[in-house]
């Protein structure tokens, strides 16, 4: 035949696999999992940098990255939110725990990155440096504008930052003797562009706004200026331009009073937590949050698996809906209940439904790498949820540990036993979760086990992106939103995976493929392993907890800290220069400010096409390292010791014999 035909033939024998609808055919294969079928390449004419991946989680909230953090209290909290947010997606915190817990969480991610700082802290001339120092403790800053009256609103007078503070030992001082008094300030009616170009000429860290008056405002902060820089697809309020935030709540009364308090904290969108959502209690929630609260935070309900469920919640007035019943790698509903369906089919089904109404739909659990999220998309969730592929990630609560020579963090079911004893049920959102307040005894729907040490998620959530990226160049799909339409068309194909596929398809020592490769440790809650793993937490917590008894004792006494290096006799106590607690906070406080600017000059560069020498990229290391273990410490302490090289931090009462070792920090002279 004549080449130029192949088209017209293959029209003619028709396109290879199957639709999405032949895929999902119930009666032929029954219930399909994301490892049972492959998506078939298509045509390829745009690079994969330029596949969008804008997608929306609800009516009203837009994503420029399809990723959720689930609520866990091993994997979200409000480290995990705030990146979450920065890197496109949004984090969702969880409710194990009291709700002035819980709204606490959701305030410090609305307050990490803001456009105009509408409600900023402010002080008074008369106010004192313990003041700054006790504000900066809490809230993990120390520019604060000072007014006449100590109020927003009052006539701006000065300034304070860590510089005027950082070598002042008295701390009953009053600002106005420490204060900056002449401030670089711009006029009420400013843009956000504007104001970001002050700063940036003016090289100041902080820029207020005031009135024709002089009258403070609103902020505008320089660390904010270098996110929006740094982090381009941050997900952010329209309005406030604060990260977005979600949270968990359950169907109880009390969770109507939990609710009211995450509203008024700044929650974007609330996720009704329900490992069967089908239920009338969690009908009268939603319309409920609907007639209080409208638009001003939106509602994922859930979990659901089938159209049935879906429609009572579509109905109730629900903006988006979460998929899953089982399907996660510690949850063990679907074994324990007899209740649930495989994820595959699930996600289709209920997509596919509540498409018809324009609500999007999350697909949570089963997901343990980039071509499940692919999957999932394809069938048409619009994000993923993500438990266990974020857990173990510094950013996920918890301390690391080590068992068996490997750094491990826990992970545990909500439906796991240690999950639904963490608080008392009033404050347990994990029982409410599986309806088991009331049960005198409790079955675990969940385990407990341990995840290998990931990392950072600001490492690993861009990995996820970009390999979502070529997953979609390989379909010939330009943008995620175009991906559901050409599944519905036929564009997009799909082909069954028999056994022997599956195995094909991975790594060639299959009988080693076990919890190794997917970095789980995994036991059953009753199990030696679990028993193991346990104790090995246990005496990590211990420890940690004692080191930081040893150094609140030695606060307590009044003690003196002091730097030595290596080796050390009593000339050197005697010789050794030492500082109290008080005079070390200062002293850091000016090391960082010392570093800062060049480390910010750095962070740009590395930004840059150009990247960094190897010595500029062993600088930023070992800044963050000192930073990182000296806080891990519980002590901040930069090394000035007239440039000797110094390891160890010791505590000392006057007696040799009496050096206790508090923490090993590796150091640089300035």
């Known amino acids: 035949m004549d080449p130029k035909l192949a088209l017209q033939e293959l029209e ?6 199957l639709t999405a609808h032949e895929l999902i055919d119930l009666k032929v294969t029954g219930g399909l999992t994301y490892n049972d079928f492959l998506i078939l390449p298509g045509y390829i004419n745009f690079p994969a940098d330029r596949v969008s991946l804008e997608t929306k989680v609800t009516r009203n909230i837009a994503l420029k990255a399809p990723f959720l953090s689930s609520p866990m209290d091993t994997v979200t909290e409000t480290n995990m939110a705030i990146t979450m947010a920065l890197l496109g997606g949004i984090g969702i915190l969880h409710n194990n725990c009291t709700s002035d817990e819980q709204a606490a969480m959701v305030r410090a991610v609305k307050k990490f990155e803001n456009g105009f700082i509408t409600d900023p802290v402010v002080l008074s001339a008369e106010h004192k440096i313990k003041d700054v120092l006790e504000i900066k403790r809490k809230l993990g800053f120390a520019g604060i504008p000072i007014t006449d009256n100590g109020q927003l609103g009052g006539k701006l007078i000065g300034i304070v930052t860590n510089r005027d503070i950082g070598f002042c030992a008295d701390i009953n001082m009053e600002l106005s003797t420490v204060m900056t008094k002449e401030v670089v300030t711009a006029k009420l009616g400013v843009t956000l562009a504007e104001a970001n170009s002050i700063l940036r000429s003016s090289k100041k860290g902080k820029l207020p706004i005031v009135d024709a008056e002089g009258n403070l405002v609103s902020l505008v902060s320089r660390s904010d200026l270098l996110k929006n820089r740094d982090y381009p697809w941050a997900s952010k309020h329209p309005q406030t331009k604060q990260l977005l935030v979600g949270a968990a709540i359950g169907t109880r009364p009390a969770d109507r009073e939990r609710l009211a308090k995450l509203v008024d904290a700044g929650l974007d969108l609330v996720v009704i937590d329900s490992s069967q959502g089908n239920s009338s209690f969690q009908i009268d929630m939603i319309k409920h949050i609907k007639s209080t609260y409208g638009n001003r935070v939106d509602v994922l309900a859930g979990n659901v698996v089938t159209r049935d469920q879906a429609a009572n919640l579509i109905a109730a007035g629900a903006d988006g809906l979460r998929i899953g019943m089982g399907s996660g790698s510690i949850c063990i509903t679907q074994e324990v209940m007899a209740v649930g369906r495989p994820q595959g089919t699930g996600v289709y089904q209920v997509s596919q439904f509540a498409r018809k109404f324009g609500v999007p739909t999350v697909a949570d659990g089963g997901i343990s790498n980039v071509g ?16 266990s592929l974020l857990a173990g990630t510094n950013e996920a609560p918890g301390e690391y540990f080590f068992l068996d020579g490997k750094r491990l963090k826990k992970y545990r079911g909500m439906g796991s036993l240690d999950a639904m004893e963490r608080n008392d049920s009033d404050n347990s959102g994990s029982q409410a979760r ?13 385990v407990t086990g341990a995840v290998v040490d990931k990392g950072s998620i600001k490492q690993f959530v861009p990995y996820l992106i970009t390999g979502l990226q070529h997953s979609l160049q390989d379909m010939g799909v330009p943008h995620l939103s175009e991906l559901w339409n050409m599944v519905d068309n036929g564009q997009v194909r799909f082909e069954r995976r028999s056994a022997a596929a599956q195995i094909e ?3 060639n020592n299959k009988r080693k493929r076990l919890s190794k490769i997917k970095g789980k440790e995994k036991a059953h809650p009753y199990s030696r392993k679990a028993r193991q793993i346990s104790r090995a937490m246990t005496k990590e917590a211990n420890i940690s907890k004692a080191k930081s008894d040893r150094i609140g004792i030695a606060m307590a006494r009044g003690q003196k800290v002091v730097w030595f290096r290596d080796r050390i006799n009593e000339d050197d106590l005697k010789s050794q220069k030492t500082w109290t607690y008080l005079e070390l906070q200062n002293l850091l406080a000016e090391y960082l400010n010392r570093n800062r600017e060049q480390v910010d000059e750095l962070e740009e560069k590395r930004n840059t096409v150009r990247g960094l020498s190897p010595k500029e990229t062993l600088f930023l290391q070992v800044t963050e390292t000192e930073a990182k273990e000296a806080k891990l410490s519980g002590i901040d302490v930069p090394d000035l ?6 390891k160890t931090l010791r505590i000392w009462d006057g007696d040799v014999n009496s050096i206790t070792t508090i923490k090993l920090v590796n150091c640089k002279p300035l």
């Open 12 to 17: 003619k024998s028709g396109k290879d696999g």
């Open 641 to 646: 010791t007239n440039g000797l090289v110094v």
């Open 434 to 446: 599986y309806f088991s307040e009331s049960d005198k005894v409790k079955v675990a729907q969940g």
């Open 372 to 387: 499940h999220i692919a999957k999932a998309l394809s069938l048409g969730a619009s994000c993923v949820m993500m438990g």
């Open 505 to 507: 398809g991975g790594p």
